[in-house]
């Protein structure tokens, strides 16, 4: 696909294009629909793992286009099911156990759990926490201790390489990449007219920074991001409904405002 697309829409999953709590995205049926009528890309960026994406990616009619998994970490190809394989998840897991005890312990990854565990924490069926613990390039967990410990983990963590990022339900470890790298490396393959993007957790503010447009999907669940970058002079807007049916009403405004036609 080298074509020049109108709109290239990156978007985050969990509590954007999917509901907090039930993981569904009927919500952005109609709006989905729209941006497949007017040849629009649509690139879903998540903390997932590619099993996780590809299933989704397929289910709302856009298994054509990459998509970008573990946070930045990586990209899954148009039309594949999975990354290549390699030694990155292994080499991060012995470096988080190698930390003093005090602070490995208030951290708990997805790798730390069974499928039981993480399906009960996570809320995600048994076959769908199984595919979230098929990782390659990332680490999501949940911190249990203080904010000033949680700064000397990440400090501890960024002397053999690996960064932290904040998302809505995780703090997610890595050796590098986040969303707004791969926002403009598929942006450029792609010489897209206009992009958008929409996200609602921290690990989201560079890549709705990154866009011509961006929404900030509500999320009651969430502590509200602060202003952004861009935000004062109308590049980013603020959705009042959350999840789903927030994603549909700004994709909606959008293609109205940005006059795009279908094809």
């Known amino acids: 696909m080298t074509h020049k697309v109108p709109l290239l829409v990156f978007s985050d999953l969990d509590g954007t294009l999917l509901d907090h709590e039930t993981y569904q995205w009927n919500a952005a049926t109609e709006a989905l629909g729209a941006l497949r009528d007017v040849g629009a890309g649509l690139v879903l960026a998540s903390s997932k793992t590619a099993p996780e994406i590809c299933d989704i990616r397929a289910a709302i ?3 054509d286009w990459p998509a970008i998994v573990e946070n930045g970490a990586g990209i899954l190809p148009a039309g594949t099911h999975s990354v290549a394989a390699d030694a990155t998840y292994d080499t991060l897991r012995t470096e988080l156990d190698a930390l003093p005890r005090a602070l490995r312990s208030k951290f708990c990854g997805f790798g730390d759990q069974s499928v039981a565990a993480l399906s009960e924490r996570t809320g995600l069926p048994p076959a769908q926490a199984a595919r979230a613990k098929q990782r390659a390039f990332s680490e999501p967990g949940t911190w249990s201790g203080t904010e000033a410990a949680l700064e000397d983990f990440l400090a501890h963590l960024a002397e053999v390489g690996i ?3 904040k998302g809505g339900r995780f703090v997610t470890l890595s050796f590098g990449g ?9 942006t450029r393959k792609f010489g897209a007219q206009h992009t958008l993007a929409l996200g609602d957790a921290p690990n989201d503010i560079k890549m709705l920074e990154s866009a011509d447009r961006a929404v900030v999907v509500h999320n009651p669940h969430a502590t509200p991001l602060p202003k952004l970058r861009g935000e004062e002079a109308g590049h980013i807007l603020r959705t009042q409904a959350a999840g789903p049916t927030g994603w549909n009403a700004a994709v909606l405004a959008q293609l109205k405002d940005l006059n795009i036609k279908r094809t």
Do not use: S, Y
């Not at 986040?178 to 490396?185: I, L, P, Q, S, T």
């Open 178 to 186: 986040n969303k707004a790298d791969r926002v403009h490396e598929l």
């Open 61 to 63: 009619g856009f298994d």
């Open 163 to 165: 960064i932290g990022q």
